[in-house]
Nanobody, 115 residues
Framework: QVRVVESGGGLVAAGGSPRLSCEAS????????MGWYRQTPGNRRESLGT???????FYQDPIKGRFTIARDNDQNAAYLQMNNLKPEDTGVYYC?????????WGQGTQVTVSS
């Protein structure tokens, strides 16, 4: 079982650059990848990007050039550095942690961008 907790959300002014954190607590399972997702009002949850255990990253087009994903393997943590936030970035941001067999979701953290 893996417990996933996101943090770092809140109210941010447009143009701000907050960093979200994701911490995964495992029972010895190896984490193969950690991904960030978000759900904006009225829309389905969408993938933002993924970072793999070897450090490779993959970004979806909407965030390329603005958001960066990093990872601390020793801490089983992943980070989402968001830059130049826009009001349309408002939503709930989720972390998904993958082991070899299963994936686990956190409860999400709300990010609200004020114009």
């Amino acid at each position: 079982q893996v417990r996933v907790v996101e943090s770092g959300g809140g109210l941010v002014a447009a143009g701000g650059s907050p960093r979200l954190s994701c911490e995964a607590s495992t029972s010895g399972e190896s984490i193969t990848a950690m991904g960030w997702y978000r759900q904006t009002p009225g829309n389905r949850r969408e993938s933002l990007g993924t970072i793999f255990a070897d450090g490779r990253t993959f970004y979806q087009d909407p965030i390329k050039g603005r958001f960066t994903i990093a990872r601390d393997n020793d801490q089983n943590a992943a980070y989402l550095q968001m830059n130049n936030l826009k009001p349309e970035d408002t939503g709930v941001y989720y972390c998904n942690t993958q082991t070899k067999i299963y994936s686990f979701w956190g409860q999400g953290t709300q990010v609200t961008v004020s114009s």
